[in-house]
């Protein structure tokens, strides 16, 4: 054999060492690649969008109130849905006509703005406490969205992780689509007893 087919066994084996010692694990314990299916969190995020989730911190911190994240449906783990998180364990999410309150462990209120969510004309109520390890999560187009309002709180062990990154299309590639601040848009007030 000669020395330049040498040379390139070598590199090929190299390369394969690296994929196995790095790509596979940053791809299986790290992040991983997620293809938008359908129109629950137009606009949002659109049918085909191509992003990035973090599985990695999911892992050490809990999830919170506006991230966007992906997980497996409870009723059939093999499908992956994509929705917003509301309401946080020990919280009591109501929906007036598509007004969302949440009441805190401590008593206090939290009326939700949601500038992102899809206008409807919403006549449902619906109230529910969750437990520990509980979240629940909406999509951005209500009226086209199978969420929590239909099959109930989420368990957190079914979460896969955050939304980080928005590769394509280009034109709306970026860093933490989707993100929102709930603190900053909506009001908070003590609980008349």
């Not at 969008?49 to 497996?72: I, N």
Request: zero cysteines; a neutral charge.
């Amino acid at each position: 054999m000669s020395d330049s087919w040498k040379g390139l066994l070598k590199d090929l084996f190299t390369l394969a060492l690296l994929i196995i010692v790095v790509v596979i694990p940053i791809r299986l314990f790290v992040i991983s690649p997620f293809v938008v299916d359908g129109e629950s969190m137009h606009p949002t995020f659109e049918n085909l969008d191509y992003l990035v989730v973090d599985e990695f911190l999911y892992r050490f911190k809990a999830p919170a109130r506006g991230e966007v994240v992906v997980f497996r449906y409870p009723a059939n783990p093999s499908i992956f849905y994509i929705k917003r998180i509301v309401g946080l364990p020990g919280e009591t999410i109501s929906i007036d006509r598509g007004t969302i309150t949440i009441t805190k462990p401590d008593n206090t209120r939290l009326l939700l703005t949601e500038p992102y969510v899809v206008a409807e004309d919403a006549t449902y109520t619906n109230k529910v406490t969750l437990a520990a390890g509980e979240y629940y999560v909406l999509g951005d187009n209500r009226p086209n969205s199978s969420d929590s309002r239909a099959w109930g709180p989420l368990p957190r062990k079914d979460i896969i992780g955050r939304v980080d990154l928005r590769l394509l299309p280009i034109t709306r590639f970026g860093f933490f689509p989707g993100a929102v601040n709930y603190f900053d848009t909506g009001t908070t007030t003590a609980l008349a007893l």
